[in-house]
């Protein structure tokens, strides 16, 4: 899988766009872009994932540069519920075992 | 509504003492998956489970057992449990067989061994 680096920690104010940076340079034309977050000891929970192409659901966006070298997700209007470890996880889809490698993620606090 | 629970959310406990940490799934998944977190380590699998009478150890699997007799339930058993298995736990589990990798974990059990 390939490795994923990403800021240890962001603020944002509430209401904003939070802008979740993510590098995968090493990532292979199989390999998905995952996202999940944690808020604080809770168990983990999945938002969006993408392979080319941007996409969008009810939670966030995930754009993904057209060299799939970087990704960002987009949180359009945070709130104070956000607040949360954010991983970007890139592994390819399917296989033997689904098992997911968090990183340290990026410690996202939306500010009041 | 869709949930993965675990039962129970803490537990103390004292060395040797056998216990089982349950998890089930409302979900009809196939893939099951269970989890410790502890600071500093971030996430490792202990063991999962492709489908029913399916297991297979993850990274960590010393001193756990599982088993997968229905698709809905995954228990996990520490026959004889050590202070070093002191953790947060987490069970997932997935549909897909394409992209297993989009998972639903539960909430956890805090555990502590004395």
């Known amino acids: 899988d390939a490795k994923t680096t990403q800021p240890p920690s962001m603020d944002c104010a509430e209401g904003r766009a939070a802008n979740l940076p993510c590098n995968h340079s090493?990532?292979?034309?199989?390999?998905?872009v995952y996202w999940y977050r944690q808020i604080h000891s809770q168990g983990p929970q999945y938002i969006i994932h993408?392979?080319?192409n941007n996409e969008t659901n009810e939670m966030a966006s995930l754009i993904i540069t057209e060299d799939r070298k970087s990704s960002t997700l987009i949180l359009p209007h945070a709130t104070l519920r956000d607040t949360a470890v954010y991983y970007c996880?890139?592994?390819?889809?399917?296989?033997?075992?689904?098992?997911?490698?968090f990183g340290k993620g990026t410690l996202l606090t939306v500010n009041p | 509504e869709a949930q993965v629970t675990q039962n129970p959310r803490y537990l103390i406990t004292v060395t040797g003492k056998k216990l089982t940490v349950t998890c089930s799934q409302n979900?009809?998944?196939?893939?099951m998956s269970w989890y410790r977190q502890d600071p500093g380590l971030g996430l490792r699998q202990i063991y999962y489970?492709?489908?029913?009478?399916?297991?297979d150890k993850g990274d960590v699997p010393e001193g756990y057992k599982v088993s997968r007799k229905e698709k809905r339930n995954f228990p996990l058993i520490l026959e004889s449990p050590s202070p070093n298995q002191t953790s947060l736990y987490f069970c997932?589990?997935?549909?897909?067989?394409?992209?297993?990798?989009?998972?639903?974990f539960g909430p956890g059990t805090r555990l502590l061994v004395l």
């Open positions: 997932a589990s997935s549909l897909s067989h394409l992209l297993g990798e989009t998972q639903y």
């Open positions: 090493t990532i292979s034309g199989n390999e998905y």
């Open positions: 993408g392979l080319k």
């Open positions: 996880i890139v592994k390819v889809g399917g296989g033997s075992n689904y098992k997911l490698t």
């Open positions: 979900m009809n998944h196939e893939y």
């Open positions: 489970s492709m489908n029913v009478e399916v297991t």
